[in-house]
């Protein structure tokens, strides 16, 4: 069973401040990561994909990925009240599918 | 920007009955799925569809679900007898292809509510 675990937080940081959000995943094997943002009552929606070892930076996010640790990491600049969320790590099955872990609860507190 | 959309956004209904959950995907897309998240839980992978078949589909996706493209455009969802457990919120996605390197693309959802 491929499993995909977060830290259910919730993660409070204060407006400015930097939001780190850590995903770990069971299959050696994965080659897909992507991290979705979940507003309470909506759908996912893609932030990030990342596919080779080190960072990818797109505006205020960072995706970081460490393969050996089986590591996935997603990090937000100057955090913004708009940010609180559920931030969803997925990783990409064998068959195209997504497998996502239950997300971590970020608050950031103006 | 193009978008997947799901109806209807909320669907009520008692328990034994039929609902059928409708999405169009983006229109160039090739590939779709329906995945489920029961409140308070994580999003799970229900089934894939490509080229009028299923590619693949979870333990979830048993004898009670069925999906079908039946035009062009539409892609469906229909659970058969419906059960308490089923009330979650049903969202259809959609990618250009089927590679887990893919980005896919989720519509707002369907929150099904079981009687």
């Known amino acids: 069973q491929k499993e995909v675990e977060q830290n259910s937080g919730p993660l409070s940081v204060p407006e400015g401040a930097i939001a780190s959000l850590n995903c770990t995943y069971s299959?050696?094997?994965?080659?897909?990561f992507f991290w979705y943002r979940q507003y309470s009552g909506k759908s996912p929606e893609l932030i990030m994909s990342?596919?080779?070892?080190g960072d990818k930076e797109d505006g205020r996010f960072t995706a970081q990925l460490n393969k050996a640790s089986q590591y996935v990491s997603l990090l937000i600049r100057d955090s913004q009240p708009s940010d609180s969320a559920t931030y969803l790590c997925?990783?990409?099955?064998?068959?195209?599918?997504?497998?996502f872990g239950k997300g971590t609860k970020l608050s950031v507190k103006p | 920007e193009p978008e997947v959309t799901q109806t209807p956004s909320h669907q009520v209904t008692q328990m034994g009955q039929e609902v059928i959950l409708r999405c169009v995907p983006i229109?160039?897309?090739?590939?779709f799925y329906w995945y489920r998240q029961i409140l308070g839980q994580k999003v799970e992978f229900l089934v894939s569809?490509?080229?009028?078949?299923?590619?693949?589909k979870s333990e979830i996706f048993d004898d009670q679900f069925s999906v079908e493209r039946p035009d062009g455009s539409n892609f469906t969802l229909k659970i058969r007898s419906t059960k308490l457990e089923d009330s979650a919120m049903y969202f259809c996605?959609?990618?250009?292809?089927?590679?887990?390197?893919?980005?896919?693309?989720f519509g707002d959802g369907t929150r099904l509510s079981i009687l």
């Open positions: 569809f490509y080229n009028n078949e299923i590619s693949e």
């Open positions: 990342i596919y080779s070892n």
């Open positions: 299959d050696r094997g994965s080659q897909s």
């Open positions: 996605a959609s990618s250009l292809v089927q590679a887990s390197n893919q980005p896919q693309h």
């Open positions: 229109s160039n897309h090739l590939y």
């Open positions: 997925a990783v990409g099955g064998s068959q195209g599918n997504l497998i």
